[in-house]
């Protein structure tokens, strides 16, 4: 079956610092949306991307979907303590009723 | 507008125990359900989805069920319950052909002793 793989795992940086991760896929997808769980809560929706080649920022985030439709990667410029939590990537395929999710990146901000 | 509700928050269960998981959205009609799992620190694991009343696909085989016995409620059960099935259970819901209306409940965190 389709399997997303996202790193890194996890990161602990220093408050201000970017951060980038990202997900590969072995399948092509035709939506990719990125997902930030805060503790003990579920994930919400931060940015979706539906075409091969785009680029969307929402605030500090900028997320953009490889030209091959097999990736994605999301950018937290000037990181905060409030972005402490688990980010998700997932996929969606043309036709199918669900969601393909990455495995999370555990993010830490130290102040 | 839209809301999804889980209950209960927590719950702390003895090996061997039934299990009843709810989840009711409120807001839409003919919704896309899902049930989710996450082992701590862990991924989404897919479980359940719904595409109408009384239509279930199970996506791993395991000790749990789901029904849909309504248009915007989905159960998550169990007969008897393994302390593998500990974790944090999510429901989710989305509008037929649009995937960016997944939507997340906000959890259930099982604890089997």
């Known amino acids: 079956g389709q399997q997303l793989n996202q790193s890194p795992q996890s990161m602990f940086i220093q408050e201000g610092e970017d951060v980038s991760m990202n997900c590969t896929s072995s399948s092509i997808f035709n939506t990719w949306l990125w997902y930030k769980q805060d503790p003990g809560e579920g994930p919400v929706l931060l940015i979706a991307?539906?075409?091969?080649?785009e680029l969307t920022s929402n605030g500090r985030l900028t997320a953009q979907f490889g030209i091959t439709r097999k990736d994605s990667f999301l950018n937290i410029s000037a990181s905060i303590p409030s972005d402490v939590g688990i980010y998700f990537c997932?996929?969606?395929?043309?036709?199918?009723?669900?969601?393909?999710f990455g495995s999370g990146t555990r993010l830490l901000v130290r102040p | 507008s839209q809301t999804i509700h889980q209950w209960p928050a927590t719950l702390v269960q003895p090996v061997g125990s039934p299990l009843s998981l709810e989840c009711t959205v409120e807001g839409t009609s003919n919704p896309n359900l899902y049930w989710y799992r996450q082992a701590a620190g862990r991924g989404l694991q897919l479980l359940f989805y719904?595409?109408?009343?009384?239509?279930i696909s199970s996506e791993v085989p395991q000790n749990l069920s789901a029904s849909r016995p309504q248009d915007r409620q989905f159960i998550l059960s169990s007969k008897k319950l393994l302390l593998s099935d500990s974790g944090f259970y999510l429901c989710?819901?989305?509008?037929?052909?649009?995937?960016?209306?997944?939507?997340f409940g906000s959890g259930t965190r099982l604890t089997v002793v």
């Open positions: 997932a996929g969606h395929s043309q036709g199918s009723y669900k969601l393909i």
């Open positions: 991307l539906y075409k091969a080649g």
């Open positions: 989710a819901w989305s509008v037929k052909g649009d995937v960016d209306g997944y939507t």
């Open positions: 719904s595409v109408g009343i009384g239509q």
